[in-house]
């Protein structure tokens, strides 16, 4: 990427001048600085709550529950769900979820596809301020913060709560 980056940089500055390019530059780098201190943020969180232990605590809760296919997928969607909340980002969310779950997976009868489909599914659920997705669809877009509310975060939770029902049929 670095490459790509000089040779932008150094063509851009051929064809438009150093001012017109330090004036991209500057544009681009406000833009994209928001969203990799958001998504950073969030992979340090998750990286704390995946070293608490959190993952061990669950697997005895479950452990009594394995048998109950719908508990333990509302459990894997719940959990998808807080965490996009606190972290913001889906991608560090699911992967923490599904780092989680996946000792629940070896002790209940659910294939653990369905277990991670739950765990995306609760993922999607309200991308709030601190989701850098957010801020990337709403910036590009053009849209206040009111319009990236009721595009991208209300198309995520329509799309979560459809998948979690589906998930349910299929159980």
């Not at 438009?16 to 780098?29: D, I, P, Q, V």
């Not at 489909?117 to 301020?129: I, K, Q």
């Not at 801020?135 to 595009?151: A, D, E, L, R, Y």
């Amino acid at each position: 990427m670095l490459c790509g980056v000089i040779a932008a940089t150094v063509i851009s500055i051929k064809f438009l001048g150093l001012k017109k390019t330090e004036e991209s530059a500057n544009n681009a780098l406000q833009s994209a600085g928001l969203v990799f201190l958001i998504t950073g943020a969030g992979g340090a969180f998750a990286a704390v709550i995946t070293a608490s232990g959190v993952n061990g605590a669950i697997e005895s809760m479950v452990s009594n529950i394995s048998g109950n296919v719908v508990v333990v997928l509302l459990l894997a969607y719940i959990l998808g769900l807080l965490f996009r909340q606190i972290t913001g980002s889906g991608t560090v969310v699911s992967l923490t979820t599904f780092s989680i779950m996946q000792s629940v997976a070896a002790v209940t009868p659910i294939h653990p596809v369905f277990i991670a489909l739950a765990c995306l599914s609760g993922a999607m659920f309200g991308a709030t301020v601190n989701d850098s997705g957010f801020w990337i669809v709403t910036n590009m877009c053009g849209f206040n913060f009111s319009g990236g509310v009721k595009t991208y975060m209300l198309g995520e939770a329509i799309a979560s709560v459809v998948g979690i029902i589906l998930l349910r049929l299929r159980h």
